[in-house]
């Protein structure tokens, strides 16, 4: 069965812009001040989004129009600075090499296949960045793509050893000033006179990424006990977040700027798949409706009266499953917050004269499914699922003594088989994101007062791009992917005129804390994402 979900039509696309331009005249000597503040040493502190990562992956372009990196030329206008120092890949393809074996992919691209425009891995050049070749010196871009909070202050995260197994960061191992030196130690040692944190993204983002996968860790203040995927716990990431915060002011920056974390719902990663994109119209499950809809209806009067109606959405849906003959159908899913009916389910299917065999099927599949509704959100990778025959579904069923033609029509992702849990955050998931997340923003924002530094609400920025859109001079940026400009191909990090937005919103804040004239970008300058048939 062919893939129900197309990636929408491309239209205008910008190439990557190497050499912007200024809203400003960046002749008029004089013109500009630092106010208040002193930029003369500026270091960012970060992960993916402080370091330039775009497209899926870490590359020169991409690093070169980081927002620190905007920021260090902008500074450069108002007062005499030192270089602005980032660790560099070796090119422009994106992608680590360990040992001279692949350990990343390549940066997207989008490319025009059978199924028409969609990203695809970047093969127009091989990576060559290699983990273990060292390099020396100190850089005022300290963003580390994929850390949390907490591993800004481990020691060993940088250590090459400790790559392999995913005891360290393979981003940071490259340029770690030891083995066991912390990222807040090398951008600290620096001296900084001025300095930005951006961090706590990858604190819930991992776990909404992995579609819930990982554990709410709220409760347990030992992050050596986390896994990767896991929700940090509030205390925890706000001991840490002070501790970066002192340590920063106390080596030197006394002027900085704090931003909070966005919401996933402002994401195009959690919204561009919908809920419910199985269309009638389409030739390969238009015809498939009535034969599934008489399947169901043998487990629905079961499922009704086990479940009922949906406690989130009174009166709106029950746990029944149809699909309909003339409008679009949400997919099935597989939610693990509802109670577990298997054992309950098989019993009224052998009840009902329905062999024990295929009733255990049944109630092991259906156990914990539902069709899902516009309160759930379906991930970015989702796309190239729905639709698709489950193979590992399809051996475990014929395990089960099902033929391979039986295995197959029981296993076609979010039609016959529930999606799994890695391709939609339910809202109990959702929930769980929002709190602590909320959790994190009191803190960055309570300490930006409390210690007289900038705060940027990042979240209300990326809020904008996905309610209407922020206009500039030269269009408009939203959150729409691909043709939204704000978002990069992977849907979560922001392409070139995306940090230089948020570049200007800093800009912007800096001058208004600390009476500086900190000139702004021209957005429109930038590129947004780069359109390539150099792929498989």
Excluded at 66 to 93: C, R, W
Excluded at 155 to 174: D, S
Excluded at 212 to 232: E, F, L, R, W
Excluded at 346 to 365: C, F
Aim: a negative charge; proline letters at 6%.
């Amino acid at each position: 069965m062919r893939n129900y979900i197309k990636y929408i039509g491309i239209l205008a696309l910008g190439m990557v812009a190497c050499e912007p331009e200024f809203e400003n005249p960046v002749d008029e000597q004089g013109a500009y001040t630092s106010g208040e503040a002193d930029f003369s040493n500026y270091v960012a502190l970060g992960n993916s989004l402080t370091a330039g990562y775009a497209d899926n992956a870490l590359y020169i372009t991409g690093q070169q129009n980081s927002y620190p990196n905007i920021l260090a030329h902008q500074f450069a206008k108002v007062q005499e600075t030192g270089m602005f120092l980032q660790p560099l890949m070796a090119d422009n393809a994106g992608g680590l090499l360990l040992n001279g074996n692949q350990i990343a992919g390549t940066r997207l691209v989008l490319a025009v296949g059978a199924n028409g425009p969609a990203p695809m891995n970047y093969t127009g050049s091989q990576p060559t960045t290699e983990v273990l070749n060292k390099l020396t010196g100190s850089f005022n871009n300290m963003g580390v793509p994929g850390a949390k909070s907490f591993h800004l202050v481990a020691p060993g995260y940088g250590n090459p050893a400790g790559v392999a197994t995913g005891a360290a960061n393979p981003y940071f191992a490259r340029f770690a000033s030891a083995d066991n030196a912390t990222v807040l130690e090398d951008a600290a040692a620096q001296n900084p006179t001025f300095f930005s944190l951006w961090i706590g993204n990858n604190d819930v983002l991992s776990f909404a990424t992995s579609g819930g996968a990982g554990v709410d860790q709220t409760g347990n203040m030992d992050p050596s006990k986390y896994g990767p995927n896991d929700i940090t716990d509030p205390q925890v990431f706000g001991s840490v977040y002070m501790n970066l915060v002192n340590a920063m002011i106390a080596a030197g920056a006394e002027e900085g700027v704090l931003l909070n974390i966005p919401n996933v719902t402002d994401v195009p990663f959690f919204t561009t798949v919908p809920h419910a994109p199985l269309s009638p119209a389409n030739s390969s499950f238009g015809p498939m409706i009535p034969t599934l809809n008489a399947t169901f209806a043998q487990l629905n009067p079961a499922l009704t009266a086990l479940r009922g109606v949906s406690e989130e959405t009174p009166g709106e849906s029950v746990y029944s499953i149809e699909f309909s003959a003339s409008a679009a159908s949400p997919v099935l899913i597989h939610d693990e917050s509802l109670p577990n009916i298997s054992e309950q389910l098989t019993e009224v299917l052998v009840n009902n004269g329905m062999d024990r065999g295929l009733a255990t099927i049944y109630g092991m599949q259906y156990g914990q499914a539902r069709q899902a509704t516009a309160q759930d959100l379906l991930v970015l990778t989702s796309s190239g699922a729905i639709g698709q025959v489950n193979t590992q579904r399809v051996a475990a069923l014929m395990a089960m003594g099902l033929t391979q033609e039986q295995a197959g029509q029981l296993s076609v992702n979010g039609v016959t088989y529930p999606m799994e849990d890695k391709f939609v955050l339910v809202p109990s998931e959702i929930q769980a994101i929002n709190t602590a997340r909320t959790a994190y923003n009191q803190i960055i924002q309570q300490l930006a007062e409390s210690k007289g530094l900038t705060f940027v609400d990042a979240a209300a920025i990326l809020e904008e791009t996905a309610g209407g859109g922020i206009t500039f001079d030269g269009g408009v940026l939203t959150s729409t992917f691909a043709t939204g400009g704000a978002f990069s191909l992977d849907g979560v990090h922001l392409t070139p005129r995306g940090y230089a937005l948020v570049a200007n919103r800093i800009i912007e804040a800096i001058n208004s804390t600390y009476d500086a004239t900190v000139p702004k970008v021209n957005i429109g300058a930038y590129g947004t994402i780069t359109p390539s048939q150099d792929v498989n």
